[in-house]
């Protein structure tokens, strides 16, 4: 049992949310912009749509959405991972899930650390999205090399952090001042760093490798690169933010535009430019664009079968465009989406009936006044009104998304072509545990949800 004088691990980790969202407003004045258009763009729709303002309500997500966003960084090494997972740990999140970027033609697989338990995630469902760079996709041997020793020097995590680490490793937790002072500590690996730890030269041969390896090898820490808060209406916020002084990529990545919104869209603005000073120049400086802003709009988790319908569907639009979708197939790619997704059930019934998503089952007002109900089914319950039922709502990521949001940042010139294949146990051994699968935590959560209904009515599972 923890002390009781420890904070809890997800207290800890939304005050580093809020924190990481702070010092990220500060440094990149178009995540305020974003966040204001966000806020004003779910106010609309909670008053304009009282279903989804109902159905956030008994969810008890409306408490959190407010609070919900995810950012992302890359690291460079086995050794710097697994101390980020430590990191993470006491702020009670996890890696969950493995996604491979290499058929992207971007050199890194990646994992994503989260909260797994619902209580947990209604808390903070803060996420961040985490890259390992694969260095052995550096074919320059001498690069390599040297890629190598530069990030063997740095140090990522302050001395205090490390000492927090341990102490919270040992004690079972931190207390107050300690969980503060972590906070404080922890954000300073996620900072921003206008001066670079390589020349001008090396800058430009790395980034001529590929811009990502620049990107992580050519600076003190693995800077934040983007924050993104949870829309409730995601094709307004696209539509309205060129008039805000944001231009978005050309278009939405995921699922198309539904009545029940399945698994996650997202869509982002091009990094932004930023004087760096290369360790060879004083006066003179270069630039390097890594940072960048995006938003999404979540919805439900799809079981395995959903999983594999969406792929089938979206591969299908894919296929079918010819070509990766860019500002000249954009419509037409939005056209192929729609038509294809025509075969996904559109209605909570319907994804229910074919299995198709993860849900959350609630008992009703109706249900809590009832006895005798012994004997009947989940369905008999649901049907007579009894129980209600809502989606399970995605926590998180899918991998062509990641793949198109990675490229419209990089640039198309970034597109390289690698003969490897995805490599989970190369990636868990560097983190050093497992990673745990999505799938397993929803249909956890819907089982608890199911076995409260069954408890709350007086009736034997
Ligand atoms: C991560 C890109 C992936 C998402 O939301 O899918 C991502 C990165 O650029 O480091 O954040
Ligand atoms: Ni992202």
């Not at 270069?286 to 594999?308: C, D, M, V």
């Amino acid at each position: 049992m923890s002390h009781p004088s420890f904070v809890s691990p997800d207290l800890i980790r939304q005050r580093f949310s809020k924190a990481m969202s702070d010092m990220y407003r500060e440094e990149v004045p178009l995540y305020g912009a974003l966040m204001e258009l966000v806020e004003q763009t779910n106010r609309h729709v909670l008053d304009s749509d009282p279903q989804i303002a109902r159905q956030l309500e008994s969810t008890g997500e409306i408490r959190r959405l407010d609070l919900e966003r995810h950012g992302a960084i890359r690291v460079g090494s086995a050794a710097e991972l697994a101390t980020l997972a430590r990191l993470f740990a006491v702020m009670g999140m996890q890696p969950v899930g493995y996604y491979d970027l290499t058929p992207a033609g971007v050199p890194v697989h990646s994992t994503a650390f989260r909260a797994v338990h619902e209580a947990a995630l209604q808390v903070s469902p803060f996420r961040v999205f985490t890259s390992l760079l694969r260095l052995e996709l550096i074919e320059d041997l001498e690069l390599r090399a040297f890629a190598q020793s530069v990030l063997d020097k740095r140090k990522i995590f302050t001395a205090a952090a490390l000492a927090l680490i341990e102490q919270a490793e040992a004690q079972g937790g931190l207390e107050e001042q300690q969980a503060w002072e972590f906070v404080e500590q922890a954000l300073e690996t996620f900072r921003w760093h206008h001066s670079a730890t390589v020349t001008a030269a090396q800058y430009r041969q790395l980034s001529a490798q590929h811009r990502l390896i620049a990107d992580v090898v050519a600076f003190k820490g693995p800077h934040i690169n983007h924050l993104t808060p949870r829309t409730l209406d995601i094709d307004i916020v696209q539509a309205q933010m060129p008039a805000h002084g944001i231009t978005p990529k050309a278009v939405i990545e995921g699922p198309p535009r539904r009545q029940c919104p399945i698994l996650l869209r997202q869509t982002s603005f091009k990094a932004l430019d930023e004087p760096i000073a290369f360790t060879d120049q004083d006066e003179t400086r270069g630039s390097h664009s890594a940072r960048f802003g995006e938003i999404e709009q979540r919805g439900a988790a799809l079981t395995p079968k959903g999983r594999a319908l969406y792929d089938r569907l979206l591969n299908a639009a894919r296929d079918e465009l010819k070509d990766f979708p860019n500002e000249a197939n954009a419509a037409r790619y939005n056209a192929l989406m729609a038509q294809h997704f025509g075969e996904f059930p559109d209605t909570i019934e319907g994804m229910r009936q074919q299995e198709l998503a993860y849900f959350r089952y609630f008992v009703t007002e109706k249900g809590l006044a009832a006895d005798g109900l012994g004997g009947r089914s989940l369905d008999d319950l649901l049907s007579d009104g009894y129980v209600r039922v809502e989606p399970l709502v995605y926590e998180d990521f899918l991998p062509v998304s990641a793949a198109g949001i990675f490229q419209s940042n990089l640039g198309d010139a970034a597109q390289t072509h690698y003969g490897v294949h995805s490599n989970q146990q190369a990636f868990e051994q560097a983190l050093g545990r497992s990673t745990i699968d999505e799938l397993g935590l929803y249909a956890e959560t819907q089982q608890r949800s199911i076995d409260g209904c069954y408890c709350a009515l007086g009736i034997a599972a």
